[in-house]
């Protein structure tokens, strides 16, 4: 139903309660007024018998005509609420009556509530002023026939009223109408009519006869917010096209800054790749001359200073992987190689490793073997636990440590405790940031670079493995890594440690390519001393030129020709027609090996490169 019509319909409803209420006050009124009438006229009756009983028709009635005194009990009887009347005379005799039944009325309660019971007259017969009496006249009203007299009258009275009623309904109906809710109506729909953008085209006009009264005003006061809002757009509009501007504006700083960031993301990223090739390639020549230097020392002083040296080495070796893996971590370049494995041998690795600085320090190192199979980076999760083991035996001076494990809700969590010296609380807000180290005021070399938590904390979150901690003064600490679970296969992978031979390397060939002559001279000294036979090239198509299959080859991933190491490698055994031992050394962050090649990255050790050499040609 419509606004206007459920007005319409509550105006009307209205103005049948008003006119019902008004007419049921008249109503009442008008029947007490017959109700007081019938009574009244019932003793005006009694009043105009009694002064004509006084007349001089009287005496004759009692004393000369008995048969006018039957004629006047008869007439009176003949009135509807008599229904007896009894003449007697002065000496008591009854001289005539007559009596009819009375009226029984249904509702004999309602009777008796609006005129009482049945009464009776006793009227004295006096001639003009005499004080002796002639006689009386005993008269008895019937109140059924007064209240069937009122009764009728009522029931006209309450139909003429309703139709009254009803009547002045319809004229209050359309008299609120036509000057109410019509005028209302029509300012409603020109209300809902405005365009919203332009509300000052759609000025409404005051209806007829109101221009000057209440709807009137509220016309006025319409026009006027709608002006007002008219403006407020306006100014909207201004202010949202100076938004628009300054947006466009922001965002063509966003945009630029954006662009700055990605060229710097992209410099640092160059920066790296050139850092981590560049600086890899000297390191890696010394560390090669190095090794083959030890041969040609006899003195002990000689030999201890090439201890020194080898010593020396080892840690700007570990400085530069560390800070290089901080910044590849930060950059974002390393991309984890998640693959199922069983978890047991590389904690058996990590003990063996760590096994021999544990006893230098006189530390118990347990482990538990679990027997089960992860989901994670193999190699990355290697790292990240070795820099934890590493932590755990430089910072406990007596006791021991402790690798356990632990299942819940589908994974493992490895646990690694020590009785060290345990953290405060505030180092431990701190103990991730780079270069951060506890009980090393001096920064002892020995001691660490306090690069391993900063890197373990990035691995974890770039491996998705959630890392917790717990740690107490004085008491040791407790650092934790949870890794997902996986079925095992079927027929479980034997995994055996190579056994390697004093004398494997002897008489072997190996084909070397690298674009650095340098790196070339060391290494052929360096297998020269194993034993080995070397041939090498500096170019891929000098690579290509040897006929003669080698036992392994070695080659940097980077070479002048815009071909890498590993495009080479899948030639070369096109040509050899057999997929000889290849290892790929890089000074690169990241490098596309599809054939999944073995891969040393810069710079190494010669015990690094000889043990994976013994490896492949197991």
Known sequence: MKKKQRLALRQAIYALLISLFVGAIVTLVQLNYDLQSEKKYTSSMINKVTRILSSPAARAILEVDLTLAKTVIEGLIS??????????????????????????????WLVTELFGANKSYDITIRYQNDRQPLGQIKIKIDHGVLAQNFINRAKTTIISHLIGNFILALFLFLFFYYWLTRPV?????EIASINHQQPKEYLINAPSFHQHNELGHMVNVINKLLVDFDTSLQQLAEHQHQLEAQVIARTADL????????????DKSRFLAAASHDLRQPLQAVNLFVGALSVHLKEPQALALHQQLVASLEDLHSLFNALMDISKLDA????????EFPLQPLLHRLALRFSVQAQTKLLRLNVRYPDCWVLSDQTLLERLLSNLISNAIKYTEQGGVLIGCRYYH???RIDIYDTGFGMTQAEQETMFQEFVQFNNPAR?????????????YRLSHLL?????WRSKLNQGSRFSIELPLVKAPEKPVETRLPILMENQLLDKTVLIIDNEQSIIDSMKILFEQWGMTVFSATRSDQALEYTEQPDII?????LNDKENGVLLVEKLWQQYQQQVPAIIISGDSQIINPEKLPILHKPILPSQLRTLINRLLM
């Not at 945009?255 to 060229?263: L, T």
């Not at 974002?332 to 693959?339: C, F, I, N």
């Open 464 to 468: 998705e493995h959630p890392l917790s």
């Open 79 to 108: 009135y509807p609420p008599i229904y007896s009347a009894t003449l007697i005379d002065y000496y008591g005799t009854q001289l005539y009556s007559q009596t009819r039944p009375p009226t029984h009325y249904p509702l004999e």
């Open 410 to 412: 589908h994974k493992i």
């Open 444 to 456: 002892v070399r020995e001691n660490g670079l306090g690069l391993g938590l900063a890197i373990v």
């Open 255 to 266: 945009q630029a800054a954006k662009q700055e960031a990605e060229q710097a993301n992209q």
């Open 332 to 339: 974002g370049t390393y991309q984890a190689q998640l693959m």
């Open 185 to 189: 109506s029509r300012i409603t729909q």
């Open 554 to 558: 070695i080659s940097d991933y980077r």
